[in-house]
């Protein structure tokens, strides 16, 4: 398939584009930042993005979703990626929905995805429980009890996890630690009385939660997918997520390399342009072409999860790697080229750099991905 957009693709991207320059810029960024919002987004900017169908892009439309795909989530997260837009998105309408559609059941499906779709409900997935992403590393234990279970264990690092409606919990249900088999996914109510969220504010002014559950009895209604099984279905989710956090991070990237390219025209010194030096002009080159790879790599990752959703494991580690790589590379060259008042507050910049730091350690990073691609090549 060609490495290029359709012309449906390409118009969203168009709309994307005009709604969030006008409704979510950087500016609406800071003013929730500095709010303090303890939601860490706007709910009626939520709203509007569900109305226009955008909660529901992945979804079927007999849920009432948008049926747009992959590409189509990928679209409008490198437009929120360039706006530094926060939403509830990435967590409830790639994570969230990408586990009910793919692996719930009949009722699961039924009671869950309209309520993505029209933004009612917000989803969160909780699977990491150390300061680094390892995924198969589960000791969240679900232990039997009567005719279902009891689930226990602490959960860092949950993107929404202190807004979710929802939580997808990985939890093991046998095996050690360190195996991949054993785990089995639970859908369960967020507000809980045995579920403890605690609030976690992170650099980048976005939010997530650490999640402590405490004998939390579930029934073999609220498994999402097989019992210990999950880990094939865990891998999926992650792997939409992963794509989807490349398209962002590819936005941000495309965004503070404008930035900076026009400053590069605009600041003089020693009487000229500073665009006009040549080292300066070798490293915007550089990043350029490093920009342009990344986009194909996120889109192809996009096109696999649409076209053969189980074979795209690989694809979108390689993406999500040369994404949070391109992006680290893009800021960092922002905040140089910028000169010292490149890391103040005023310059937007700064906070590109933030976000990417962030959003390229989420599920794994450059060396992460670059370990498991090794592995599974026999290294």
């Not at 639970?186 to 403890?196: H, M, Q, R, T």
């Not at 939390?216 to 992650?238: P, Q, S």
């Not at 076209?307 to 994404?323: H, N, P």
Request: charged share 25%; net charge negative.
């Amino acid at each position: 398939m060609s490495l290029i957009l359709t012309e449906e693709q390409e118009m969203l991207q168009d709309a994307a584009n005009g709604f969030l320059t006008e409704n979510a810029p950087v500016a609406a960024f800071r003013e929730i930042r500095d709010s303090k919002n303890p939601d860490g987004f706007s709910r009626d900017l939520w709203k509007e993005m569900a109305a226009m169908g955008w909660a529901g892009i992945i979804v079927n439309e007999e849920y009432g979703g948008s049926e747009f795909g992959y590409v189509g989530a990928g679209v409008l997260a490198e437009q929120m990626g360039r706006n530094l837009t926060a939403s509830p998105f990435f967590s409830t309408s790639v994570l969230g929905a990408t586990a009910v559609q793919r692996y719930g059941t009949a009722k699961q499906k039924e009671q869950h995805l309209g309520a993505i779709c029209d933004g009612s409900t917000l989803f969160a997935l909780a699977v990491d429980e150390g300061p680094r992403h390892r995924p198969e590393h589960i000791e969240f234990t679900a232990t039997p009890h009567g005719n279902g279970y009891k689930l226990s264990g602490a959960k860092t690092f949950v993107a929404d996890g202190h807004v979710a409606d929802k939580l997808i919990i990985a939890a093991r249900t046998s095996g050690e630690a360190r195996d991949p088999s054993g785990i089995t996914l639970f859908l369960v109510d967020a507000d809980a009385a045995a579920i403890e969220r605690t609030h976690t504010p992170m650099i980048d002014s976005r939010n997530a939660a650490n999640i402590t559950v405490d004998d939390l009895e579930v029934t073999g209604d609220d498994i999402l997918g097989e019992v210990d099984g999950g880990y094939e279905a865990l891998e999926g989710i992650l792997s939409a997520g992963r794509a989807v956090l490349g398209a962002e991070m590819s936005g941000s990237s495309q965004q503070a390399f404008d930035i900076t390219t026009d400053y590069l025209k605009e600041r003089e010194q020693f009487g000229q342009k500073i665009g006009s030096f040549q080292g300066l002009q070798h490293r915007a080159a550089h990043l350029a072409t490093e920009i342009e790879m990344t986009k194909s790599a996120v889109l192809k990752s996009l096109q696999l999860l649409d076209d053969d959703f189980e074979s795209a494991s690989a694809t979108c580690s390689m993406a999500k790697a040369k994404s949070g790589m391109t992006a680290q590379l893009s800021t960092q060259e922002a905040i140089q080229m910028h000169g010292g008042i490149g890391v103040t507050d005023e310059y937007d910049v700064g906070l590109y750099f933030k976000r990417v730091h962030v959003a390229q350690q989420m599920f794994g990073d450059a060396g992460f991905h670059a370990d498991r691609l090794a592995k599974r090549s026999g290294y």
